[in-house]
């Protein structure tokens, strides 16, 4: 399985560079990955390299869909409690 880069992504350029296989490729309207060639960084690093750089969480997804750098994985803060953060502040 590969993963995918779906809509979201901003073309950033942080992921590429990293790819150990070099299976992100710059698309319009965003990167995308080359499913024959991803290795899902298998034998290469314990967590794929795209996702631990990406800024934009839930943009990244597994072959079953799920995303590989879920909401909360960049700021550690869980998204119940990130929505109830930015309700309280709203509030004030």
């Known amino acids: 399985m590969a993963f995918k880069i779906i809509e979201g992504c901003v073309n950033c350029w942080a992921c590429a560079p990293l790819c150990p296989s070099q299976a992100i490729v ?3 309207p965003h990167f ?10 298998a034998g290469d690093y314990a967590d794929p390299q795209c996702a631990s ?3 934009v969480e839930g943009v990244i997804l597994d072959g079953l869909g ?4 879920p909401p909360g994985s960049l700021t550690g803060i869980p ?14």
Do not use: W
Not at 32 to 40: N, P, R, S, Y
């Open 53 to 55: 750089i990406c800024p």
């Open 32 to 41: 995308l990955i080359d499913a024959h060639t991803c290795t899902e960084c």
């Open 26 to 28: 710059a698309a319009k």
């Open 79 to 92: 998204p119940e409690r990130l929505a109830a953060a930015r309700a309280e502040i709203r509030a004030r």
């Open 66 to 69: 799920v995303p590989v750098n």
